[in-house]
């Protein structure tokens, strides 16, 4: 299981987007707490992600991406999303 990330803050555009993607604070909460998968997505940057399901009956799987600067301290949620897609997102080991 990779390492959560504890120390953090979500910037006010990452905030934003967030709201207007129809996601939650405590998912993205979640999401670093937990990720199942881990990477560096450029310098200075990484991708913490799971798979979830959500929405009304019948529920979808999605992937929920949440990038953060673990650049600076204390680290910075840059943006969010959720996305159908899982075999082009999701990383096989």
Do not use: C, N
């Not at 910037?11 to 999401?31: K, N, Q």
């Not at 997505?41 to 009956?57: C, H, K, L, Y």
Request: hydrophobic share 35%; proline share 8%; charged share 30%.
């Amino acid at each position: 299981m990779p390492k959560p990330l504890i120390d953090y803050v979500i910037t006010e555009h990452a905030a934003f987007e967030i709201g207007r993607r129809g996601l939650t604070e405590e998912l993205v909460r979640r999401v670093l707490a937990a990720p199942e998968q881990r990477y560096e997505a450029q310098p200075g940057r990484e991708v913490f992600q799971i798979r979830t399901s959500m929405g009304d009956p019948p529920k979808k799987t999605y992937v929920v991406r949440v990038f953060v600067d673990v650049d600076r301290h204390p680290s910075e949620v840059v943006t969010a999303y959720r996305t159908s897609r899982i075999a082009k997102y999701w990383r096989q080991t």
